[in-house]
């Protein structure tokens, strides 16, 4: 008996990435999908388009080792602090090691030349198929026609003629495939990664500069609250009560949380060499960011300390 044809597809739930499924899926090829959840980014769309078109899904949780090359990109960023190149890299890269761990014959993306300028031109795309070390292993589905035939191809693991020949940021052939192939869900795109958010990136930025070994709550810390420095020392302010939870549950050994003890409004926490003067500072901003205290002096104010 013929053993079957089985590869890995980075899948992020998107609409390319599930037809580079469903695409192989079409010649009889086991596909798994992997999403990788980050600091910066989670499988919540990759989940629920999974389940959605019935396509076998793992999450790799690959934090640590992402934040190294979003702190230390090879390959620089790309209009905020996306390094997607390195990014993209890593992501094969570890996909590799699950391949050869477990037997996987190929690993694939929902990649589509010309689509991203930065990650998808063909530089770019020859580039990460030499240093992802998978030695013509790594197909495009979506664009396979118009890139180098791969030793997959070349040895009959994978028809070419039954793959594509998308290019350019045009929707329009992808969505015409969605509807030959009957896939009824995709999330719409963009969105999913924070390092390409301008404001979340000048904040990130920031923190490298300051701290040289940030840890988790660091990063988290970014997405919630105001964040105000004051000589080396964050002050992250809630916006809301969902964020003075969360400060609560973030708190780590050596931050201080501060609060109003007879009024409703946000929470400070305070991470670093915290002296008087920024405690003070932090009850300052408390207080003019509480619509109960507003116009109030902050030094006739009683407040919580928790350290």
Request: hydrophobic share 40%.
């Amino acid at each position: 008996m013929k053993k079957k044809v089985r590869a890995l597809v980075l899948f992020s739930g998107g609409l390319d990435s599930t037809l580079a499924v469903k695409v192989l899926e079409k010649q009889n090829i086991e596909v798994l999908a992997l999403s990788y959840v980050s600091y910066f980014f989670d499988d919540g769309k990759a989940r629920i388009s999974a389940e959605e078109n019935q396509i076998q899904m793992r999450s790799i949780n690959f934090a640590d080792i992402h934040s190294e090359v979003v702190k230390n990109p090879k390959r620089g960023y790309g209009s905020a602090m996306n390094p997607c190149i390195d990014c993209h890299l890593l992501m094969i890269r570890e996909a590799g090691k699950i391949m050869r761990t477990e037997g996987f014959d190929f690993v694939a993306t929902g990649e589509v030349l010309g689509q991203r300028p930065m990650s998808q031109n063909l530089r770019a795309l020859n580039l990460i198929a030499k240093e992802a070390d998978l030695a013509g292993r790594l197909l495009r589905p979506l664009s396979a026609k118009l890139l180098d035939e791969t030793q997959l191809e070349k040895d009959g693991l994978v028809d070419r003629n039954k793959l594509c020949d998308i290019s350019g940021r045009s929707r329009k052939r992808q969505f015409e495939l969605a509807e030959e192939l009957g896939i009824k869900y995709y999330p719409s795109p963009g969105g999913g990664c924070m390092l390409t958010e301008i404001e979340f990136g000048k904040k990130l930025k920031k923190l490298l500069t300051e701290i040289k070994d940030p840890i988790a709550s660091d990063f988290a810390l970014l997405k919630m609250g105001r964040i105000v420095w004051q000589d080396g020392v964050r002050i992250i302010i809630g916006r809301n009560s969902e964020d003075n939870e969360q400060l609560k549950k973030i708190q780590e050994k050596g931050d201080i949380l501060i609060e109003l003890k007879d009024f409703m409004g946000p929470m400070a926490l305070l991470r670093g060499k915290v002296t008087d003067f920024i405690i003070e500072e932090a009850k300052k901003i408390i207080a003019g960011y509480s619509r109960h205290t507003k116009g109030l002096d902050y030094k006739n104010l009683e407040f919580i300390i928790r350290r």
